[in-house]
């Protein structure tokens, strides 16, 4: 199965959440940064 890569606004959080455990529930696999990503930094999807 495919990775959903979700990118969004920290201020717009409340109504992404949601969405994304919608997502998820219904059996996709989303990758979503919760803590922060810096310029420059490696992540592992």
Known sequence: ???IF???ARK???EV???V???ER????C???KDG????DQFKL
């Open 17 to 19: 959440y949601p969405i």
């Open 26 to 29: 219904n059996g996709f696999d």
């Open 31 to 33: 990758w979503i940064d």
């Open 37 to 40: 990503i810096e310029s420059g």
């Open 6 to 8: 979700i990118s969004y």
């Open 12 to 14: 717009d959080k409340d």
């Open 21 to 23: 455990d919608e997502l």
């Open 1 to 3: 199965m495919s990775k």
